[in-house]
């Protein structure tokens, strides 16, 4: 190793669901929306300015921020933006995390809460789900440095009842507790009305599984005055200008279209319980999901052998080879026809 | 203070150049392009692909990265990008500086430096430049936890030649060297070639000044494989998706369009060699540019006064309320027109 070298920091990188540049296949190993975004996206994206792509973007957001203010009732003080759920989440990390005691999350969770942890010097620990993939809700109370889990949880998909994420907070009075709410708006009831209680919750929300932005990367978040404010200010000591001008403008566009957007929700989970129906009349079990996947093992196949035979067909969808879910897939839901090829491709494969 | 708020990171932000709502200003206040992006980012801007918006960008920036490539002749694995060069030299500050000596840059430079150095909890020293705002590169010379400076430096404009600049770079083969030519397209020289003779230096440029794309918010750098490498594991710590489809799309097509890009560049350096002439005039003194923009003070009248002066007349320009430069105000380079409109509002005004 070179002298230069010793001072940097290293760390094992995030390795994200793979994105292949073919277009022939069937992808559902992101958790993508198989639907466009809102219509009115389209409109304003035909008859961008791209004259104005020169000027700076406004650094406070305020078409978006107002627009998520006007649809959520928040006021726009009390609300965060970034470039996807991760960078709000990251940004959270560096601001909130920074206690000897150890932030507390789920063994089988996101798998970039520890490496947000690493990457920013941050003592963690991995608190154990229970054998259905519950958390234990007392073991987040108290004695920790932070608490972060996301709301239906990932990758099992798993809805915990505001009861339950209230209980956390209520008994978290001393550290900042984070709701990731990645896929609230697939059938959970979210703690948005949380914030005006604690003042030390913040909920995370993102555009890129509901809202079919994935591409545009925005996500935001919701808390008190006084969080937003701390987030805010450490944005603004790490990039003034994090939101592009499409963003902005196309963001604010599909928040304004409130009948699409739980159009396409419903239309998600209307899939997603008839696959459920088909998947366990093939020998499936799966945690019963509140989101837009599915996260399901087979009785008879190990989840290596299931996702290569996937993958040669075409069929991408996600596997760990992790402790306690190395037989699962996660399996996004996609449109009606896609799901049709996946279901008929398992019938015929698990005939054999 | 609550007891959830003792452990959190509390930082004075950087604050930007103020972006007017009004249309009807003349902004030279943030050193944007005068002139529109490459006519292709317009004709490929008016046929994306919104449908492809539900899906997540290309996490290695491919078809950005290999235009670069392209055109700087440099292999894709030693290209970075990010969301502006900001994001580039704090995530640079996040995975080089780790050192317990401090990192170094001039006194009066860009006044982010600071701000990330804060964040990090990184220590830093400034070095005072000469009475001419020239770098004495002796004292960059090791014992530093790393160095960064610009060049052509900001707010002052002056372009230190390559020489120096390799001097500073050759006497520091234990840290890393970051080189912030955001303003190189108007006259310098970059430090690119030196790459290949130093692995421990970081060149960073950005699309948001010479390539007329501040709103689309790109940057990337240039360095050792070795050092992209550290790099780009932080920044997949961080975030896998930061550049969101418009960005990779119309980034790319700007690089391609060589022709417009020089004729942009050369447009702006002769209005600034004009502009120089009737500031003189003026009795502004200033040092002598090699960017967009021109650092004056008057001879017998505050910056503060001229400052205020010129925004209520609707010319927005920089002014710091800093030790050695509170008499200087950052006028960017505009149009022809604009920069007529502030000589022409000057003369008046000095004749009082």
Partial sequence: MSSWEENIRKVVPYVPGEQPKRKDVIKLNTNECPYPPAPEVKELAEKMQYEDFRLYPDPEAESLVSALSAYYHVPQDQIYVGVGSDDVLSMAFLTFFNSDLPVVFPDITYSFY???????????????????????????FGHNGGVIFPNPNAPTGLLEDLDT???????????????????????????????????????????SKSR??????????????????????????????????????????????????????????????R?????????????????????????????????????????FVRHWNAPRISDYLRITIGTDEQMDALVGFLKEYLKK
Same sequence: chains 1, 2.
Wanted: charged share 30%; net charge negative; aromatic share 12%.
């Fill in 275 to 315: 696959v459920k129906g088909q998947l366990k009349e093939l020998g499936f079990t799966f945690p019963d999901s509140a989101s837009n996947f599915i996260f399901a093992r087979n009785e008879k196949v190990s989840g290596q052998e299931l996702f290569d035979a996937l993958k040669a067909h075409g069929i």
């Fill in 114 to 140: 520890d490496v947000w942890a690493d990457l920013y010097h941050i003592p963690y620990r991995r608190l154990l789900l229970d054998e259905n993939f519950r958390m234990v809700k007392e073991d987040y």
């Fill in 165 to 207: 994420v209230e209980d956390i907070i209520r008994n978290n009075p001393d550290v900042v507790v984070i709701v990731d709410e990645a896929y609230i708006d697939f059938g959970g009831k979210s703690a948005l009305p949380l914030i005006d209680k604690y003042e030390n919750l913040l909920v995370v929300q993102t555009f």
């Fill in 212 to 273: 079919a932005m994935a591409g545009m990367r925005i996500g935001y978040a919701f808390g008190s005055k006084k969080l937003i404010g701390y987030l805010k200010d450490a944005k603004f000591s790490f990039n003034s200008y994090t939101m592009n001008r499409p963003s902005l403008e196309l963001g604010a566009a599909s928040v304004r279209d409130d009948a699409y957007f739980r159009e396409t929700c419903a239309r998600i989970v209307r899939t997603r319980e």
